[in-house]
């Protein structure tokens, strides 16, 4: 099984994606996840795309296109299947993305475009914590930890990302409605797509993507 997981910030694509890891031993493929890691490194590359992050703005084509291609070529199993969080983005990203699966005779077989209302995303990005240690994701209404401000899982702190703020917010979504919307008609036109209500709470998104997978 090899899908791509579309949608705008806080939709729960992460959320999904554990589930597809766990129940259908999926690889997981984050672009958040790599660029994170890069700007960790402090490195002049890693700087950039810190501030690109945080201003809400999304990192170029070449740039996000080049860590997907390593990361598909080099060290990855995906003949159990496999499935793209955050990528691609635009059409060109997903043009390229055709181009490397290809390569690697890999298409993509399934398109799940998760979609949710204005307020529901803003009341789940705005509460999000995450723990500085392990990623670990938390929130302040669904998810909250034993002990406030501490991980479960390692006992690393948690904190609240600089973009998962009110203004940030609504600029990333201008953004991914400008440069990622044309996505979904590239993805209808292949008869890939399939639309999934991200309003609805976690367990009934589950179901609906468990039958739309069968």
């Known amino acids: 099984m090899r899908v791509v997981l579309l949608g705008p910030p806080g939709v729960g694509k992460g959320t999904l994606a554990g589930y597809l890891k766990e129940t259908y031993h999926l690889v997981h493929i984050s672009t958040g996840d790599m660029l994170r890691e890069e700007t960790k ?4 590359l890693g700087r950039e ?3 690109l992050m945080t201003q809400g703005a999304l990192i170029s084509d070449e740039l996000v296109t080049k860590l997907v291609k390593q990361k598909v070529e080099h060290g990855l199993d995906l003949t159990q299947g496999f499935m793209f969080d955050g990528f691609p983005r635009t ?4 043009q390229d993305l055709d181009v490397i699966l290809e390569s690697v005779k890999a298409p993509i077989e399934v ?3 998760l979609d949710a209302d204005l307020d529901v995303l803003l009341k789940r990005l705005t509460g999000r914590r995450v ?3 392990c990623g670990a994701l938390y929130h302040v209404d669904y998810k909250v930890p034993a002990c406030e401000g501490i991980c479960d899982l390692c006992g690393g702190e948690l904190y609240q990302r600089a973009d998962d703020n009110a203004k940030t917010i609504q600029s990333r979504m ?3 409605h400008e ?8 993805y209808a036109k292949q008869g890939k797509l399939k639309k999934i209500d991200a309003n609805l709470e976690a367990a009934d998104v589950r179901r609906a993507v468990a039958a739309i997978l069968k």
Not at 91 to 94: D, E, F, I, K
Not at 179 to 186: D, G, H, N, Q, V
């Open 179 to 186: 440069s990622t919307s044309p996505i979904i008609a590239y």
């Open 174 to 176: 201008q953004v991914y």
């Open 111 to 113: 398109v799940l475009n």
């Open 49 to 51: 795309i810190k501030s």
């Open 131 to 133: 723990c500085r240690k």
């Open 91 to 94: 059409v060109n990203q997903a």
């Open 41 to 44: 490194k402090d490195s002049p």
